[in-house]
T-cell receptor, first 114, second 113 residues
């Protein structure tokens, strides 16, 4: 079945460092791919998305490119801030009729130190 | 910007008691989801509604959990009786018909003592 694999955390960086969180997937067909962010004690927020191969999603300085050849959707940011400290989830959409089930990675915790 | 509303934000209940959570999705969103998220893990889908109909409840523990969306708008998730292992964050999300983006509410943090 469909699955998502994320790099394990926690990831600890200094402010202004470069961030990469790896995400690879296994899926039939052409899923849509998402990154969600969860700040402490809050719900999940959609960070960015890509719906077809070679699409680049971007938001708040974060980027991820849908790479079908490597089945990857790695999250990157050129210069992280303390306020980026959160848990990041990679997800893909199921493709079975009306069932818009999201398949989730386990999440990667990011801590950014000043 | 429209948001998914959930209440209460926090709930403490004793084992064997009944507890209920409420969710109001973004206006116009036909699909509504209830998830359970245990600390340190990703969300687990409990039930998905399309309008007032259940599309997927394969992971819902039906002996103690129930969910309804009577008029196809807001929804209630109930647990009766609550068990210690039900302590978790319960998240509600909604999406437009025929799209994959899900928008989440702030969640209800349940603690069962």
């Amino acid at each position: 079945g469909d699955s998502v694999t994320q790099m394990e955390g926690p990831v600890t960086l200094s402010e202004e460092a470069f961030l990469t969180i790896n995400c690879t997937y296994t899926a039939t067909g052409y899923p849509s791919l998402f990154w969600y962010v969860q700040y402490p004690g809050e719900g999940l927020q959609l960070l960015l998305k890509a719906t077809k191969a070679d699409d680049k999603g971007s938001n708040k300085g974060f980027e991820a490119t849908y790479r079908k050849e490597t089945t990857s959707f790695h999250l990157e940011k050129g210069s992280v801030q303390v306020s980026d400290s959160a848990v990041y989830f990679c997800a893909l959409s199921g493709q079975s009729g009306n069932n818009r089930k999201l398949i989730w990675g386990l999440g990667t915790s990011l801590a950014v130190n000043p | 910007e429209a948001e998914v509303a959930q209440s209460p934000r926090y709930k403490i209940t004793e084992k064997s008691q009944a507890v209920a959570f409420w969710c109001d999705p973004i206006s116009g969103h036909a699909t509504l989801y209830w998830y359970r998220q245990i600390l340190g893990q990703g969300p687990e889908l409990l039930v998905q509604f399309q309008d007032e109909s259940v599309v997927d409840d394969s992971q819902l523990p039906k002996d103690r959990f129930s969910a309804e969306r009577l008029k196809g708008v807001d929804s209630t998730l109930k647990i009766q009786p609550a068990e210690l292992g039900d302590s978790a964050m319960y998240l509600c999300a909604s999406s437009r018909e025929l799209t994959y983006e899900q928008y989440f509410g702030p969640g209800t943090r349940l603690t069962v003592t």
